[in-house]
């Protein structure tokens, strides 16, 4: 009996110790080159680029009929939309014969808020869009919340080029 005791308290003592007291950052110590199947899910149904390691994440919306393309500024994990100060950022696009520079603006919503300076919403308009579905790019410079992320490769609608 003392023995059975004992050996409860042990693995009482040993699962205590494993599972800690106190709720931890889902994301601190997360290493996400240990699963490869790791993926975010876009909050619009667009096309994800990720920023830095794991540090934000630009959304990219097309809507085929107004030519208009959207950006949506959010966290590493897709989740919280980031309100950033930046009125504008450029991508330079290259479907066709020529790269074509796509000037995202700065979008209020007043439903959410946001007013230009304050946003994580940006949307940039061209004809070529209603007929053009898929088109390699390059963001050319965007600083969120102090760090710039520049000449950051991607195709829509497949996503971020390399690592």
């Not at 899910?41 to 393309?69: K, M, Q, S, W």
């Not at 994990?77 to 950033?84: G, P, S, V």
Request: with cysteine; charged share 20%; glycine share 10%.
């Amino acid at each position: 009996m003392n023995v059975s005791r004992s050996l409860t308290a042990l693995f009482a003592t040993t699962a205590f110790l494993f599972t800690g007291c106190g709720k931890k950052d889902s994301h601190a110590g997360h290493d996400h080159a240990a699963h490869a199947g790791h993926a975010h899910t876009a909050p619009h149904g667009g096309t994800l680029i990720e920023l830095g390691d794991h540090a934000y994440n630009l959304e990219f919306v097309r809507d085929a009929a107004t030519g208009r393309l959207s950006a949506y500024v959010l966290d590493g994990h897709a989740e919280h939309f980031i309100r950033i100060k930046a009125a504008s950022f450029e991508v330079v696009a290259s479907g066709g014969p020529e790269k074509r520079v796509l000037v995202f603006k700065a979008a209020a919503n007043p439903a959410t808020g946001e007013t230009a300076g304050d946003t994580s919403q940006f949307d940039a308009q061209a004809d070529w869009l209603k007929t053009t579905a898929t088109f390699d790019a390059t963001l050319a410079s965007l600083d969120i919340k102090g760090t710039n992320f520049s000449a950051v490769p991607f195709n829509f609608p497949k996503g971020k080029v390399g690592n």
